[in-house]
């Protein structure tokens, strides 16, 4: 008999990472998720059958490290998920503060590099990498410097990973605006229930998880359109 795949997903106690997760665990996969709050995603994961849920920041060391051993000896899917907004409204680049600004790289760039070089040791050829990247990251929008250019560099780094690691499926994806919490706060005092559930961005993530399409970046939902 095969062994169970087995996959961490990070930022899972609600949104599209509670989506995949979800989607995943109904496919078979065993999962190791977190989220900053344990309350929360004890509460979102409750149902799912083959789930480990370990709360934390993946800023920090030793919830990472956790996370992976957590996973064990084969480690077949990564989707750093987890990230950080940051101020909102989101304040003008000039005036953004530094501190902050720190903390929004480290969640969105140095966490997802750092988890996947513990990772890596562990996963096979044919692995997948997801990493949720967003068209802030591409398109120079007024007000969204911090998140933005931290998913900028985000995709540049997990292109990188992609060229020094063929053997691997390494994917950045932009799931598309979604009706999140993350939505709301970065949009305060309008109605974002206009966006796409997240679910809707699922089926694409999917498609390249189970499939083997080249490393490179994606849209999630235009892959849920052709996905069988």
């Given at each position: 008999?095969?062994a169970?795949p087995?996959g961490?997903?990070?930022g ?14 109904e496919g ?5 998720v977190?989220a900053r ?5 004890e ?7 083959n789930?480990?849920a370990?709360a934390?920041?993946v800023?920090?060391p030793?919830h990472r490290?956790?996370l ?6 084969r480690?077949d899917?990564v989707?750093n ?5 940051g101020p909102?409204p989101?304040?003008?680049l000039a005036d ?9 790289y480290?969640?969105?760039v140095i966490a997802?590099?750092?988890l996947?070089?513990l990772?890596l040791?562990?996963m096979?050829?044919g692995a ?5 990247t967003s068209d802030?990251g591409?398109?120079?929008?007024e ?8 998913k ?12 020094e ?11 598309g605006?979604m009706?999140t919490?993350m939505q709301q706060d970065a949009?305060p005092g309008e109605d ?6 997240p ?7 999917l498609a390249?998880i ?5 490393s490179g970046?994606?849209?999630a939902r235009?892959l ?5």
């Amino acid at each position: 008999m095969l062994a169970m795949p087995t996959g961490i997903v990070t930022g899972a106690s609600r949104g599209l990472g509670l989506a995949l997760a979800r989607a995943l665990d109904e496919g078979g996969w065993r999962l190791i998720v977190d989220a900053r709050g344990g309350d929360a995603l004890e509460a979102a994961t409750a149902g799912l059958q083959n789930v480990t849920a370990i709360a934390g920041d993946v800023a920090d060391p030793a919830h990472r490290r956790a996370l992976v051993d957590a996973a064990g000896d084969r480690i077949d899917l990564v989707v750093n998920n987890a990230s950080l907004l940051g101020p909102s409204p989101q304040p003008a680049l000039a005036d953004y503060p530094l501190e902050t600004l720190r903390d929004v790289y480290e969640a969105n760039v140095i966490a997802p590099l750092a988890l996947l070089r513990l990772a890596l040791p562990r996963m096979p050829d044919g692995a997948a990498v997801l990493d949720i990247t967003s068209d802030a990251g591409v398109e120079a929008y007024e007000g969204w410097g911090g998140y933005g250019s931290s998913k900028a560099a985000l995709e540049q780094l997990t292109a990188i990973l992609a060229a020094e690691h063929p053997g691997l499926r390494v994917y950045w994806v932009d799931p598309g605006d979604m009706n999140t919490q993350m939505q709301q706060d970065a949009f305060p005092g309008e109605d974002v229930s206009d966006r796409p559930p997240p679910a809707e961005s699922v089926p694409g993530l999917l498609a390249l998880i189970g499939g083997s399409l080249a490393s490179g970046r994606y849209q999630a939902r235009e892959l849920a359109q052709v996905a069988p």
